[in-house]
């Protein structure tokens, strides 16, 4: 048993999806994950009633991430938790069931937000890319979401083939009904898909520019997936604003996206971890920003409610402004300091940092500049764990398996000889699972090298 959000919980009661998208995760993973689980009546009945709201109790679970909307159960399933937990509810869907019946039973949900997958509001290309026999019921949904008061991000995946005027309707749409934000998706191939094939650097490259180029077009914050290498990885630690929460204290202030924050309350920053950290502190905020050749000033104050939001920071960010985040790239100094503290801790002599591809150039940069490689007694080797199960264009460390790390560890025995392997906990769930649900402790148990987690202190 550990603790869990309602959040895991509505997602393990999922059901059968009823599109068949043609970038589904579901396609691209291993055979042996595509096995569906569906709870029965009773085993939801049973996860119900021992689920407790403060202390989140649950326990881990085989079942399938699909479509929690289409669980025929799912407006009791509500009820259940709304006895036990107040909190915020993310509910994540493809749009097939946003039905107005079913937003309606929503709406007596509340608090909640929705993410839905749109992907285009036009009907010919929605059902080209998801097999959505009724299209017009996820691109409806959204005004209907507006009219109630519910929250929600549309989601887009940039896919090979969908016009860039298409992907801007979309962002246009999301735009005129108040959408949260919109989240522009790169799209994953692994080697599960050998039918699709594309220049995924080139093509995502292309993606970025265009978001950036609309940016300033729109009230609503639009962000894309990050993509880093050797030769932007710096960019990536700035404290560029991606955009602003309609009718946040940095919205009607005038905060816009592309202005750099230099300064909070008088202080230099000089990361973008460091200014999501300071903003996430403070009720009253002074900013210093730069603004392409110009430095303006702006005094923020948090409010409790935005008209239409929703209360805390969970979803908003502070002031309502809105970052590039991701996981695997949100480490503090302190975090990277945890390295040579580990080090210490172990008195171990060569210490082997593993690390996602998509991350190794950005944690590289922020650990020689805190000088890591020569402050600790013992020898540092930063080196990237491949993406070997779901291959592909795969970078990113949410999918890297305990079987990635241990060929990684591995593979540097037999010449760096670690006595000691440090890696960022972001691939694993709060059982310390991955995402075919091997337990992190394996690593340790099976390469015979002690294994330590950095644990990011805000994510």
Known sequence: MVGITADDLIEQMSWACKADCVF???????????????????????????????????????YENDEVLNNPFIENVLKQIRRKDKEMLRIITNGVALTPQMIAKLKKAMPLFIDISLNSTNPEIRRKLMRDSSPEIAIQSIPLLRKHKIPFVVKIVAWPGVPFSDIEKTIKYADKYDAFRVEIGSPGVTRYLPDVSFDYKRHWKRVVKF????????????????????????????????????HSPAYTHGVKPGDVIEEVNGQLVDSLFGVFRELLKRRKARLKIRRGGKTLFFNLKEKKKYPYLFDGQRMRGPFGIRFKLAKELMLSDDDIIDIKRFANIHRAKRVLVLTSARAYFLIKYKMEKLKLFKSSNARIKLAIAENKMYGGNTKCANLLVVDDYIHAVKKHKKEFKPDLVVIPSSPFNAWERDVVGRVNLDIERETKVPVEFVYNEIL
């Open 24 to 62: 589904c995760y579901q396609k691209g993973s291993p055979p042996f994950m595509r096995v569906k689980m569906r709870m029965s009546k009773e085993e939801i009945k049973t996860r119900l009633k021992y689920y407790n709201g403060k202390k989140g109790l649950t326990w881990c679970t085989p």
């Open 211 to 246: 978001v950036n180029s609309i940016k300033r077009k729109y009230n609503i914050p639009i962000v894309s997936d990050i993509y880093i290498d050797k030769n932007n990885y710096r960019r990536w630690d700035i404290p560029v604003v991606q955009g602003t929460i309609k």
